[in-house]
């Protein structure tokens, strides 16, 4: 009897091992849905670089973070102020692992071209959200249906051209210079520019302390819907000649603003446009780079509530117009859903 029950314990230890042998290697499983291919689904723990709060880039931050926690419970992702330009030379000298960036801001920093003095090309492309289009609108009253006529005719106009040292100040003083001006220039002729934000500018526009502003966002601009509501306003005409300069110089995609975008808009509209792209840094972690574009991913119908810009995006669109190098933690995700060879 006494052997019998010592038989029957070592069948027991030993059916125990078994199980346990097959639930390890259940949970090594690669195509397990709680991991991340050859990555398991430990928390992510990095920084992100995006703009001043209530902005697009704002919202996209707080956006991802939360991807990542769906994803990967218990991330943490340190979301910082920058601008357009900061931005990536922050994140070429490695001090964030992440950075929002526009595309062709990035391609210049990379190509050591434009306001960079050095060349940035310890940076790589993510992830593409959205495109942001140059648009000018002024008050009726201005008298005014293009550029031109302002410049031409020395028109008087409180104008907001954005944030300091932001896209859009940028993107207006560059046409500006294709016109052998400046904003000093239109000082000179009684003008007064003011660097507002977008929210800050549609806000004065609707109390009548400015008579028009530029932005460089979605179009349509909710900010703009919401000042046509008790404005009359015109979408301000570029000229076709320095759009195409613009572009050809500064890498700005050509893009035209459809009649219809906004009630008041009767009449197709060139203009420029960049992209804006999750940029890393080359020495951030394969694992977390692929992690960051695998929650995204996986959460696409949440970022695509979180902002207007990204109701058009798609895993195929986040491939496009990065203007960059692709990071080896992103393109080890794309690969894996069939997007590059």
């Not at 330009?85 to 994140?91: D, F, I, Q, Y």
């Not at 920093?109 to 495109?131: C, L, M, N, W």
């Not at 500006?176 to 520019?193: P, S």
Request: aromatic share 8%; net charge negative; charged share 20%.
């Amino acid at each position: 009897m006494r052997k019998n029950q010592i038989a029957i314990l070592l069948l027991s230890i030993l059916t125990g091992v078994l199980v346990l042998a097959s639930c390890n290697t259940q949970d090594a499983d690669p195509t397990d849905s709680s991991k991340s291919g050859s990555f398991d689904s430990s928390p992510v723990d990095t920084t992100l670089l995006i703009s001043t709060p209530g902005s697009v880039w704002y919202m996209i931050g707080n956006g991802v973070s939360e991807c990542l926690n769906f994803s990967y419970k218990g991330s943490i992702i340190q979301l910082t102020p920058g601008n357009t330009h900061s931005n990536v030379m922050r994140l070429n000298a490695g001090d964030t692992q992440f950075a929002l960036l526009h595309n062709n801001v990035a391609s210049e920093g990379y190509a050591g071209t434009g306001v960079f003095e050095t060349k940035h090309d310890q940076i790589r492309s993510v992830a593409s959200f959205y495109p942001s289009v140059l648009q000018m609108v002024v008050l009726e009253s201005v008298g005014a249906r293009s550029l031109n006529d302002i410049i031409d005719n020395k028109i008087r106009v409180r104008l907001s051209i954005g944030n300091p040292g932001g896209a859009t100040s940028e993107a207006f003083e560059r046409m500006l210079a294709l016109y052998g001006l400046t904003l000093e220039d239109m000082k000179g002729w009684g003008c007064t520019i003011y660097n507002k934000s977008q929210s800050d500018s549609s806000k004065m526009l609707s109390d009548g302390m400015i008579d028009g502003y530029l932005i460089l966002t979605l179009a349509p601009s909710p900010s703009v819907v919401e000042a046509s509501i008790n404005k009359k306003l015109v979408f301000v005409e570029f000229d076709r000649d320095i759009i195409a300069k613009l572009s050809e110089e500064y890498g700005y995609n050509v893009r035209t603003v459809s009649a219809g975008t906004y009630e008041f808009m009767t009449d197709d509209s060139v203009s420029v446009s960049s992209v804006t792209i999750l940029g890393a840094s080359i020495d951030t972690p394969d694992e977390v780079v692929y992690k960051t574009v695998k929650s995204i991913h996986e959460n696409m119908d949440y970022m695509k509530s979180i902002h207007v810009a990204l109701k058009e995006m798609t895993l195929e669109s986040m491939i496009e117009d990065l203007g960059i190098p692709m990071h080896p933690g992103a393109e080890m995700y794309y690969r894996e859903m069939g997007l590059i060879d």
